[in-house]
C-alpha cells in the first residue's frame, strides 16, 4: 500500500505542475473508512485531478471496454480499478462492496460517461446498489470545476492555456442516497464552486452559462433582461424595446436570447415582428414563470423552441 502510494504521488507531479488545484471540505473528508466518492464526469483526467486532492488511494470504477485494452490494463489491474459493463454489472458492484467493505476508497461517475455538453447529464441507479446495507460507508458527493473547455473535455471549442489552468473541486457528505437527492446536491455543489471567490452574482452568471452551453466568440449572444447586463448588451424597457431587440437579432445574427417574459409576449402579440427576425436564433431562454399557452403560441408563430 506505501509503494502504491508511493507512485500515485510520483504518477500525479506532473498535473500538480501542469493545474492549480483547489479543495474546498464543506464536510470533512473521512481519513479511515469505506467511502464511496460520487460526482460529474467532466474530462479524461478526473482521476487524476481526484487523486490530486484527496491523501488517501482511490480505486476508479471504468468502462470495461478501456480497461480492457492490452497497453492500460497491467497498470489498471496494479491500482485496483475496477472494470463495469452491461453485462458484468452485478460481478462490479460486488467488487465495489466488497472494496468498501474493506475500507477502502472508491469513485463511481454516476453519469457513466464523460459529458459532452459541461452539464450533468442523466444518473445511473448502480451507486444505490452498491451501498445497500453498507451503512459505516460514508458517502461524500464532488464537483469539478474547471477543466471543461480543456484538451481533455469533450467541449467543440477547446481553450490551450500557457499558464496554470485553475480547477476547483468541492466535496460535501450525502445524507440521502439516491439518484434524485444525490444530482440536486451535485448541482448545488456546482453553484458554490463557481460563486465561491467570485466578486458578485453577475460575473458567477456569465461564466457558467457560457461554460455550460459551450458558447463561441462567434456566436451572437443577447440579454434582454432589464438588470445590469450579464452577457452582452443592456436594452431599456420601452414601447420599442421588443422591436429594437428584433431588429438588433436579425442585424447580428443573434444565435443565444436570453429573454424575459415582457420579450415573449411583446414579440408574441405584435403582428409587424416576422419570424424572419429571429431566423438566426438557435436557442431562447427564459428564466420567469410564464403561461404555457403564451411559450406555445410564441414557438408556433416563429417556429423557435424556448427553454424554460
Excluded at 460481478?91 to 467493505?101: F, I, T
Excluded at 496554470?164 to 444530482?183: A, P, Q
Aim: aromatic share 14%; glycine share 4%; net charge positive.
Amino acid at each position: 500500500m506505501v509503494f502504491k502510494k508511493f507512485l500515485c504521488f510520483l504518477i500525479l507531479i506532473p498535473f500538480r505542475l501542469r493545474y492549480k488545484i483547489k479543495v474546498i471540505k464543506r464536510t470533512p473528508l473521512p481519513k479511515e473508512g469505506g467511502v464511496l466518492l460520487l460526482g460529474n464526469h467532466i474530462s479524461w483526467i478526473d482521476w487524476a485531478i481526484l487523486q490530486a486532492s484527496f491523501d488517501r488511494c482511490i480505486r476508479f470504477v471504468m468502462n470495461r471496454d478501456l480497461y480492457n485494452l492490452p497497453f492500460y490494463k497491467p497498470f489498471l489491474e496494479f491500482f485496483g480499478v475496477i472494470p463495469i459493463s452491461s453485462k458484468s454489472a452485478k460481478e462490479s458492484l460486488k467488487a465495489v462492496r466488497e472494496a468498501l467493505r474493506s475500507g477502502e476508497v472508491v469513485c463511481i461517475f454516476p453519469e457513466g460517461t464523460i459529458s459532452y455538453t459541461g452539464n450533468l447529464n442523466s444518473f445511473k441507479k448502480g451507486f444505490e446498489i452498491a451501498l445497500r446495507g453498507l451503512d459505516d460507508v460514508k458517502v461524500m458527493a464532488f464537483y469539478i470545476k474547471g477543466i471543461w473547455g480543456s484538451v481533455f473535455s469533450r467541449a467543440q471549442n477547446k481553450k490551450k492555456e500557457i499558464l496554470r489552468r485553475e480547477i476547483t473541486i468541492v466535496y460535501e457528505e450525502s445524507r440521502k442516497i439516491d439518484v434524485f437527492s444525490l444530482k440536486c446536491q451535485i448541482s448545488k455543489l456546482s453553484s458554490f464552486a463557481y460563486v465561491r471567490g467570485k466578486r458578485d452574482l453577475k460575473e458567477f452568471e456569465s461564466e457558467r452559462i457560457f461554460e455550460i452551453l459551450n458558447i463561441s466568440k462567434g456566436d451572437g449572444v443577447l440579454s434582454s433582461y432589464q438588470s445590469e447586463p450579464i452577457l452582452d448588451k443592456k436594452f431599456s424597457k420601452n414601447i420599442a424595446f421588443y422591436k429594437d431587440a428584433c431588429k438588433e437579432i436579425a442585424k447580428r445574427n443573434i444565435a443565444y436570447l436570453f429573454a424575459d417574459s415582457y420579450f415573449v409576449k411583446s414579440a408574441l402579440n405584435d403582428s409587424s415582428i416576422h419570424p424572419l427576425y429571429l431566423d438566426s436564433l438557435k436557442y431562447i431562454f427564459v428564466f420567469e414563470k410564464i403561461d404555457r399557452d403564451v411559450v406555445e403560441a410564441f414557438e408556433k408563430k416563429f417556429r423557435k423552441k424556448i427553454y424554460l
